[in-house]
């Protein structure tokens, strides 16, 4: 299994979102400096977080995104699949009959992989953005 950098970035962007949220809206080329993410490339993921409606942009000499809900409200599993990230653990789709070794019946390790699937999905489900910028206000404090 293997998150990618879209998923990991678009993350690490609205947790800076989440950090900042009293300072009005935020530049991308804020978050970029402070997270050390292309511009380019951030603007392919809020491109994409927007059309989720996860944020929202102000226009203007002072705009910028902001997150469109609480962080209390939003899930980190919203966020990885508004930008396509697809975590899984096994080739195969679950509906279809064909297996992830590509015949009739599914690996003899299937079982495995597919419960750790579930583990995996479940603990992005239960995390929000706001457990991820609590931790790390925290942290700043110390």
């Known amino acids: 299994m293997k998150l990618s950098t879209k998923g990991r970035y678009a993350v690490m962007a609205l947790t800076d979102l989440a ?3 009293n300072n009005g809206p935020i530049s991308l080329r804020d978050i970029s ?11 392919q993921i809020f491109l994409k977080l927007k059309k989720y409606q996860i944020v929202k942009s102000i226009r203007g000499t002072k705009g910028g ?16 699949s508004a930008v396509d990230e697809n975590i899984k653990t096994v080739r195969c789709i679950k509906h279809l009959k064909k297996g992830c070794n590509g015949k009739s019946i599914k690996c003899n390790t299937h079982k495995l992989w597919d419960e750790l699937d579930g583990h995996i999905n479940s603990f992005f489900e239960k995390k929000l953005l706001s457990d991820l910028a609590h931790k790390n206000d925290l942290e700043k404090r110390l």
């Not at 400096?33 to 603007?43: F, H, P």
């Not at 209390?72 to 919203?78: D, F, G, P, V």
């Open 33 to 43: 400096l402070r997270q050390n993410i292309s511009l380019l490339y951030l603007e």
């Open 65 to 80: 995104y902001k997150l469109n809900r609480k962080a209390t409200e939003i899930k980190l599993s919203e966020i990885l």
């Open 19 to 21: 950090l900042y949220y």
